[in-house]
């Protein structure tokens, strides 16, 4: 079994892991953010370069460095590799240029975009991304584009990282949406604006890491910090019906698949649930839904501390402080190196 | 255990006759009520005077329109989730067609009320807001005898048009109006 060490933690993964992999298992800090990767989906990755990490030491047989950073969800392990994500300030600045990247078409318009609040760009902006941009020229526009009745597509926030055409391609059959054109013109469509008519098509929604395929039914209804997530299920033919209900008082405005910390979706939920169950009495509601700390969605919902796992959580911030302390010791190394 | 000498040992002697009587303490305290009819009083007849006041000011809050008067607000939500006294609530809705002369951008807010008696006028809702919305002003929200009165609308928020619009340049300062000038910024294009 090949061992790996990211940001001076060592780690053994089995044959085949690849970086992101790996650094997920060890968890905290050292995971790169990804924004196309996504774990329930074959072949994802690779589009975005968010994940990309700096490998100084390719292998314990060839310890040379990679010559330029790589996408670590692509990247499989070797023994002895290296690998530095946090660690590396030269990569965090080449992250920043991915991010600006990304954002160089996107609108910016989350004052009105319901993805405000859960939306992945936003989060990754918040941590990597400068206030100014560099771009004079025109942004992109699309006109908007409902697919079926029930999924609205912003083209213009799109940042094209084909997660809902895998989940067209992998979960729904006779695929009528995917990429058209190429280079910085290529957009989402349903050939010639066909709609998506499958059961398991909404999942598009979660999957989506933008504001850019939304829930119709949930259209300028309510921002989600707003709302109160309750973790529900019901007896589904189709899917395991469970899911987590975006409530305000009594009412149910929006379904959505349950997204573990990753914000990746633990199990695919079918249209009957997401679309046309929005009354109480249709779900057996298991609780609230645990929100992290940091997330603009846990404002104003309170809630019973476990204190043993605040003492988890503390620990792993010592330890995460820990780490920044290597940090300053790297970079302190590598500036008499320079000199 | 002595903390401060200020304390002060109170005497339990029996009162002297005159004492008894009072008169002296009264004329004592008439003479205190006397001495400032003569002296400058540190009120003011308001609502016929009112005091000067600074441009910062945090009064009642007005929903600011556009050049073109429509309304700037998008019912974001920020400033309702910055808002420490949690007395903002609004509804959002979707523009139609023909209605872009009223709202800015496909969003507004077709509901936005402010609790005035819950707003502790901090000034944060100002500060979250994207749009350049919502401002307090040197304005002083009117006292009223019903409760409800003091949940304010869109009614009573809103700028009117024209010359009822409600001035706000006093509450931009240099800094923010230089920041405004650069074109990089995403929010100022």
Known sequence: MPKVTIDNIEIEVPEGTTILQAARMIGGDVVPPAMCYYSNLKTSGGYCRTCIVKVSQASAKDPRPMPKPVASCRTFVQDGMVVQNTTSPELLEARKGVVEFLLINHPLDCPICDQAGECDLQNLAYEHGAAKTRYDFERRTFEKIDIGNKIKLHMTRCILCYRCVKVADQLTDGRVHGVMNRGDVSEISTYIQNAVENDFSGNMIDVCPVGALTDNTFRFKSRVWFTNPLDAHRACTKCTGKVVLWTKGNEVLRVSARKDKYAEVEEWICNDCRFEHKNMEDWNVEGARKTAHDSVISQNHYENIDLQKLKLEINRQIKHQGGKKIKEVYTQAQIENKK | ?189
């Open chain 2, 1 to 189: 255990m002595q903390l401060t000498n200020r304390s002060k040992v109170v005497s339990k002697k029996e009162m002297t006759f005159a004492e008894k009587l009072y008169f002296p303490a009264i004329l004592g305290g008439m003479g205190i009520t006397l001495k400032h009819f003569f002296k400058k009083p540190v009120t003011v007849s308001y609502p016929e005077v009112k005091r000067d006041i600074a441009g910062v000011f945090r009064g009642q809050h007005t929903l600011k329109r556009d050049e073109k008067g429509a309304e700037r607000c998008t019912a974001c939500g920020l400033c309702a989730v910055a808002c420490p006294a949690e007395a903002i609530t609004m509804t959002a809705a979707e523009r139609k067609k023909g209605e872009e002369s009223l709202y800015r951008e496909e969003k507004y807010a077709a509901v936005y009320e402010i609790n005035m008696l819950r707003c502790i006028f901090c000034g944060l809702c100002e500060e979250a807001c994207p749009k350049e919305a919502i401002f307090l002003t040197d304005r002083i929200v009117p006292s009223n005898f019903e409760r409800d009165g003091f949940i304010y609308g869109k009614d009573k928020l809103v700028e009117g048009m024209n010359e009822n619009r409600v001035d706000v340049t006093k509450r931009q300062t240099e800094e923010v109006n230089e920041f405004k000038k650069d074109k990089h910024y995403a929010h100022n294009k």
